[in-house]
């Protein structure tokens, strides 16, 4: 059974940086495609970052340049080192996994950014 235990959400202050971790279990993760997404209240959920089983990397253009996706197949760890932190980035943040034809998610970790 495929399980996502996402951590590292918080209260900050804008500016500020936070790094997220979501660790897997139950599958190979260092084949399967990772990314994160997140929904804040009253709108639907987005995807912010994306990283392939080997390395590259996509961003949505209101992250680029300010959160880095990476993973750590050893460790079954997916990452999201999230800087210059902004009051519209505030959400819960998911993450998502691609294996047997099907996405799984975690159930989230709030991230909320204060002015």
């Known amino acids: 059974q495929v399980q996502l235990v996402e951590s590292g959400g918080g209260l900050v202050q804008a500016g500020g940086s936070l790094r997220l971790s979501c660790a897997a279990s139950?599958?190979?993760?260092?084949?399967?495609?990772m990314a994160w997404y997140r929904q804040a209240p009253g709108k639907q959920r987005e995807l912010v970052a994306h990283?392939?089983?080997?390395?590259?990397?996509n961003y949505s253009d209101s992250v680029k340049g300010r959160f880095a996706i990476s993973r750590d197949n050893s460790k079954n760890t997916l990452y999201m080192q999230m800087n210059s932190l902004k009051p519209e980035d505030t959400a819960v943040y998911y993450c998502?996994?691609?294996?047997?034809?099907?996405?799984?998610w975690g159930r989230g970790t709030q991230v909320t950014v204060s002015s």
């Open positions: 998502r996994l691609a294996a047997n034809f099907r996405y799984y």
């Open positions: 990283i392939t089983n080997d390395g590259i990397t």
């Open positions: 139950g599958t190979i993760f260092s084949i399967s495609p």
